[in-house]
């Protein structure tokens, strides 16, 4: 029994004082998700050269900008670009980064929580968390604003929203409540004029949104689960 016990205790990521605490084994898919999305920021040059483009949504150097000024242009583009077989470009998106800023806060975030849900709802789970946020918000930003775009950031939202409300009926992620909080006030915040007028630029605020909202529909629709070691 003691044997059992401490391998079990040795191969978790929860210390003795009940601190998550992940190695890369404990949580190999959000590993994989952040190195792509590392070695992207490097081939793209930050998403300054023409692979940049060919991630996109929809790669803007095969229409008129006039295309993208309206939903209709917008919802055409997507429309060809589906029906030409290009569907990785509805999650492309997730790895195009434009600052070493923004890859590193959406790796540390990812990283945090999605480990988490990895090893303890299991990494079918998380797959299809990845899968439905990155749709959610790819497709509402790109709807609303267009193809230039790009980063985890709605899919750390989505995995933020997905932790909170499966929490409520299960408690077993670790995470501070103020982070939702936090995060909720941040994505109020970049509809606003502020984060350009303080030199961040323009958000991709309804990959935010979208993001979070495909997060709470999946804890909705999916029964809470978990392992403990």
């Known amino acids: 029994m003691s044997e ?21 084994r404990h949580a190999p898919f959000v590993v994989s998700v952040i190195g792509i999305a590392v070695a992207m920021v490097w081939l793209t040059s930050m998403g300054q050269n023409p692979l940049a483009a060919a991630m996109m949504i929809v790669d803007p150097r095969h229409y008129s900008w006039d295309v993208f000024s309206s939903l209709g242009g917008r919802l055409d583009a997507l429309s060809a670009t589906v029906a030409s077989g290009q569907l990785w470009r509805l999650v492309s998106p997730d790895f195009l980064h434009f600052s070493w800023t923004h890859i590193i806060f959406n790796s540390v975030m990812l990283w945090f929580l999605g480990s988490q849900i990895e090893w303890i709802d299991g990494r079918a789970r998380l797959v299809a968390l990845f899968l439905v946020t990155s749709l959610s918000a790819n497709l509402l930003q790109y709807l609303v604003s267009g193809p230039l775009f790009g980063g ?16 409520q009926r299960r408690p077993r992620f670790q995470f501070p409540p103020a982070l939702v909080t936090f995060a909720l006030v941040w994505m109020v915040i970049g509809f606003t004029p502020i984060p350009e007028m303080i030199g961040l630029g323009r958000m991709a605020n ?8 495909g997060g709470l529909a999946l804890a909705a629709v999916m029964p809470a689960r978990g392992r403990f070691r």
């Open 4 to 24: 059992v016990s401490l391998d079990q205790h040795t191969s978790s990521p929860i210390t003795p004082s009940g601190r998550w605490q992940p190695a890369p």
């Open 152 to 167: 985890l950031s709605g899919v750390v939202y989505g995995i933020l929203g997905y932790c909170w409300l499966s929490q």
């Open 206 to 213: 309804e990959a935010h949104l979208g993001g979070f909202v």
